[in-house]
């Protein structure tokens, strides 16, 4: 069986991405949303890239953001993967040259898979909980049976996750990915080693059935 990739979002500080490179971490994320608790500056996320070893991807999550910001964040920052979180039309993901991950909101009365068939540049899809007024972040869980079953291995699964449930959320699922930011955290930005060891273990867990 595939193992399950981890990311690790909201992530404010080279300590907290050592924790999680320590656990074997495919990717952090780091948002440029600047009213998320979570947010960083470009000098902050080259401090903590600066931290990172080889083979740790590094995800800039933006929401609606104009393309100067866009583009200083690729000047300045090793960027790997840009991550949309908000109403971007696909030509607008793509015209960057740079790999892409669009996230979408489970809203209620969202046709799942044409929402993910419209994205079909993007190089990964992240599904999150749905919460009006906010891009991400929120803690919830939305309906996993709500997920088509033949996009599941393509997925990135988002909302809510912690060590106590994304054991579940594989088994359920199978998705090609999970990310958790809220669901390893202290506070808002700070990162639980506990908290990220356990998540690490569950995911482990999952992946050995």
């Not at 869980?141 to 088509?148: E, N």
Request: charged share 20%; proline share 5%; glycine share 8%.
């Amino acid at each position: 069986m595939i193992r399950t990739r981890v990311k690790i979002c909201g992530v404010t500080s080279a300590e907290d991405a050592l924790v999680a490179v320590g656990n074997g971490v495919d990717a952090i994320g780091l948002v440029f949303w600047q009213p998320s608790p979570r947010a960083v500056s470009i000098e902050q996320a080259r401090d903590i890239c600066s931290q990172l070893p080889a083979f740790v991807s590094v995800v800039a999550l933006v929401v609606d953001a104009d393309d100067a910001f866009i583009a200083d964040i690729l000047k300045a920052v090793p960027i790997d993967v840009l991550q949309f979180h908000g109403n971007e039309e696909p030509e607008q993901c793509a015209q960057y040259g740079h790999p892409f991950i669009k996230a979408i909101r489970m809203r209620p009365e969202l046709d799942v898979a044409s929402a993910i068939t419209a994205f079909a540049s993007a190089n990964s899809i992240l599904l999150d909980a749905y919460q009006k007024g906010v891009p991400g972040g929120t803690g919830e869980r939305f309906d996993w049976q709500r997920i088509p079953e033949n996009y599941r291995d393509k997925i990135i699964l988002a909302g809510g996750l912690n060590a106590a449930n994304v054991k579940d959320a594989i088994t359920a699922v199978r998705p090609y990915a999970v990310d958790v930011s809220g669901g390893v955290e202290a506070s808002h930005g700070v990162k639980d080693r506990l908290k990220v060891n356990a998540f690490f273990e569950s995911v482990r867990q999952a992946d050995q059935y």
